[in-house]
């Protein structure tokens, strides 16, 4: 389908009101920024600003998109890999990791839009937010039931279950009090070093019982 030059300069401006969002989301967080701020820092008056997003929410949702869609073809990525189930899993939870060092900023917003404090709402970002994130639980599940068939997880844990017990220590790992983490520090055991740990954990509660030494 060809898109029309209006389309594109309107895809144009949209993006740059999301970057300007971004910029201002990234430096100071959601709660710090206001919609005339964002409309100074786009350089547009703030009815133009509403004319594409209603609200702040409904901007925040669209930077929270593009890192979504990252995370999203990272585990696109994982699932593709010519391995068995657990290999795989152990590869999703690996690119989580690195998604947290390498977009920082994203995955502060992706932990931060998953709290109570939003709702998804009925706009075209948000949905598509909820099809990537769904996606990514069920590119998870569709590995662990592979490795169930396959021999390399064990079949004695709901496949569901065990999706969100990896999910929920993996974000737990990576959002840990400051209290515990100058504790770590101090016992020389860094975020790296950590998580290699948890993986270690991890891995007599994920892998079949007849493989685990």
């Avoid at 820092?41 to 409904?58: G, P, Q, S, W």
């Amino acid at each position: 389908m060809t898109i029309s030059r209006k389309q594109r300069e309107r895809e144009q401006r949209r993006n740059g009101l999301i970057d300007a969002a971004k910029k201002l989301f990234f430096e100071r967080g959601y709660d710090n920024v206001t919609m005339d701020e964002i409309a100074d820092e786009a350089e547009v008056n703030k009815a133009l600003l509403y004319y594409y997003f209603k609200n702040k929410e409904a901007l925040f949702f669209a930077v929270d998109l593009r890192g979504v869609r990252i995370l999203h073809e990272l585990y696109v990525k994982c699932s593709n890999l010519d391995v068995d189930g657990y290999t795989k899993i152990k590869s999703m939870i690996q690119s989580l990791f690195e998604f947290s060092k390498d977009y920082p900023d994203y995955f502060r917003i992706y932990r931060y839009a998953r709290t109570e404090r939003f709702q998804m709402s009925d706009n075209k970002d948000a949905k598509e937010l909820v099809d990537l994130t769904t996606g990514i639980w069920r590119i998870m599940v569709e590995a662990i039931l592979q490795g169930m068939k396959d021999g390399t997880i064990r079949k004695d844990v709901d496949p569901v279950e065990m999706s969100i017990y990896i999910n929920v220590m993996s974000m737990s790992a990576l959002n840990i009090d400051i209290g515990f983490k100058l504790i770590l520090e101090g016992r020389g055991i860094h975020p790296d070093k950590f998580w290699k740990d948890l993986q270690r954990f991890l891995d007599p509660a994920i892998t079949n019982p007849s493989l685990q030494d």
